[in-house]
């Protein structure tokens, strides 16, 4: 057995909904957006997407259903500053874009983004600033920035993992969400996960097996949730 599919097994017999959920907090993040199953304009716009370039369909590595979740996730929230680390996936960028058009959302482009491509498939309206500098450069570059949404966008490197962790933490506030992209998908990500938990500046998480999100609540005792999305 591979180690995704056991991961997902085991995550299949610890997850709940929101029958078995006691935080008002978490319990309305998934009531009104987990669970949202009412369509969305911008959905047509996630799907259509994937025609418009063979370069774009193939950066994408969400599915579009987890693509209409991360673009639940954003609007729910209703960020004002976001950040997408070592962006990858043109579906994903897209999705965060579109679910706040008039909201600042800063893009560190990894070497494989399709940077190009994704300029010309946004809408004219939506406020996506693009950089190729490093996770550590974009952040010195604005550091008193702080961000209400972070995105890491498929992170396989452990190391590389923790330490954009460790990089963005300065950005944060304690109403921020920081949203991590399949941590399931090997041993060694998976217990990056374990250890982003044990953080002490992180008091919640919810982990849905192809996301997991970080936040930092003071006012809320430290809890984790395993949910189906």
């Known amino acids: 057995m591979t180690f995704p599919t056991l991961s997902y097994l085991q995550f299949l017999w610890h997850s709940k909904n929101e029958h078995a959920v006691h935080s008002p907090f978490v319990f309305s993040l998934l ?37 209409q979740f991360l673009y639940r996730l954003h609007a729910y929230f209703d960020c004002d500053h976001s950040f997408i680390s070592e962006a990858t996936d043109g579906l994903a960028v897209l999705a965060v874009a579109l679910s706040s058009k008039t909201k600042k959302i800063n893009v560190q482009a990894a070497a494989t983004f399709p940077l190009e491509t994704m300029k010309a498939v946004l809408p004219a309206d939506t406020k996506v600033a693009f950089t190729t500098a ?5 952040m010195r570059m604005d550091a008193q920035q702080q961000y209400d949404f972070i995105y ?7 190391q ?12 944060s506030t304690n109403d921020s969400v920081w949203v991590f992209n ?3 998908k090997s041993k060694a990500t998976r217990e990056a996960w374990e250890h982003i938990k044990q953080q002490p500046e992180v008091s919640v998480t919810v982990d849905s097996y192809y996301f997991q ?3 930092f609540r003071r006012e809320q005792p430290k809890e984790h949730f395993i949910i189906r999305q």
């Open 31 to 67: 009531t009104k957006c987990f669970y949202d199953r009412k369509p969305k304009p911008a959905y047509t716009l996630l799907k259509t997407s994937l025609s418009y370039s063979e370069q774009l369909r193939s950066s994408a590595a969400l599915s579009q259903k987890n693509s």
């Open 134 to 138: 490093s996770l550590k450069d974009s």
């Open 152 to 158: 890491f966008d498929n992170y396989s490197d452990t």
């Open 160 to 171: 590389q993992l923790l330490t954009a962790f460790k990089t963005t933490l300065p950005s």
């Open 182 to 184: 399949q941590l399931h």
């Open 213 to 215: 999100l970080v936040f």
